[in-house]
């Protein structure tokens, strides 16, 4: 892998050289979607959540980055536009196979026009943290590989009962054991099912 920067991309090594050296001011930016984010992510990175309300508030410039970046910080932050912005997802490897119309894309776009030298880290979070597992933080042990695991020990037969006339439960529950001539609300998660 080569050690310099090239166009707008930015390789772990030289990322790695830059914070070590402490010589320049590097603004780390996360653009994974915050649950990925708050399991592991490079140090000092600040997350700009990926979402398509984000992305629409972008492009049509009713956020100014500047901002955006103030407000998902966890305390406050100079923002110097001689600065160096690196931006990371979970694994793009340059910004030519970025699509268009994909966040990434359009967040590069807006930093471009406030930052002199906007960089996208080559390889993403999965390089970065496969090369140097030491310079990354988070909560990884302590996420469950499946959102939808119980938090306590109960038995998992059918619709739990919130409220009456209210249930908690998974599309499963709605087709197998729920009859069509029961009138009640029915909230699943992980899926659109409401009756």
């Not at 100079?78 to 160096?84: A, L, P, R, Y």
């Not at 997802?89 to 030519?96: E, L, P």
């Not at 729920?178 to 659109?192: E, I, K, Q, T």
Request: aromatic share 6%.
């Amino acid at each position: 892998m080569a050690h310099e920067m090239i166009g707008t991309q930015i390789v772990t090594e030289r990322l790695v050289a830059l914070l070590e050296s402490g010589t320049e001011k590097v603004l780390l930016i996360d653009s994974r979607p915050f649950v990925e984010y708050n399991t592991s992510h490079i140090l000092e990175a600040i997350n700009i959540n990926c979402s398509k309300l984000m992305k629409r508030r972008l492009q049509q410039d009713k956020v100014l980055i500047t901002e955006l970046i103030q407000h998902s910080a966890k305390h406050k932050v100079d923002i110097d536009c001689n600065q160096k912005v690196v931006v990371y997802d979970q694994s793009s490897r340059d910004v030519a196979s970025l699509s268009s119309d994909c966040f990434l894309t359009v967040l590069l776009g807006k930093l471009e026009k406030s930052f002199d030298s906007v960089h996208l880290l080559a390889g993403g979070f999965a390089e970065f943290s496969r090369c140097f597992p030491g310079l990354c933080e988070g909560k990884s042990t302590l996420v469950p590989t499946c959102m939808s695991q119980p938090c306590l020990p109960v038995a998992n037969i059918g619709p739990t009962r919130i409220l009456p006339n209210l249930y908690l439960g998974c599309q499963r529950d709605v087709l197998n054991k729920v009859g069509a001539s029961n009138a009640f609300l029915f909230v699943s998660v992980g899926s659109s099912w409401r009756r």
